[in-house]
């Protein structure tokens, strides 16, 4: 059994920046690609930001790239997602979530772990 919890939403101004965080537990964390996921007022999931089991690689929705940083800490069995710049379309629950590679990336529908997610909104 996987656990995922996130933290770190809240509500920030356009412009700026916030820290999620997300505490994993019950599977070996260095071993899986992790990712984000969000979700938008009315809209379906979307992919975010993925890194790879060792960290080296990842990979952003364009939306983000260059504002979102991923990162994790394998010794405190804990991803990160660093949000600058944040704009009001940002605003979402954003998912924490383990998955193969390829699903993190291509498919959020096929995602097996997710945590419970954390609210971000953005005002303008």
């Known amino acids: 059994q996987v656990q995922l919890v996130e933290s770190g939403g809240g509500l920030v101004q356009a412009g700026g920046s916030l820290r999620l965080s997300c505490a994993a537990s019950?599977?070996?964390?260095?071993?899986?690609?992790m990712g984000w996921i969000r979700q938008a007022p009315g809209k379906e999931r979307e992919f975010v930001a993925a890194?790879?089991?060792?960290?080296?690689?990842?990979y952003y929705a364009d939306s983000v790239k260059g504002r979102f940083t991923i990162s994790k800490d394998d010794a405190k069995n804990t991803l990160y997602l660093e949000m600058n710049s944040l704009k009001p379309e940002d605003t979402a629950v954003y998912y924490c979530?383990?998955?193969?590679?390829?699903?993190?990336?291509?498919?959020?529908?096929?995602?097996?772990?997710w945590g419970k997610g954390t609210l971000v909104t953005v005002s303008s």
């Open positions: 979530a383990s998955a193969p590679w390829i699903v993190l990336t291509t498919d959020v529908s096929g995602i097996d772990y």
């Open positions: 019950g599977r070996t964390f260095s071993s899986y690609a």
């Open positions: 890194i790879s089991w060792n960290a080296d690689r990842s």
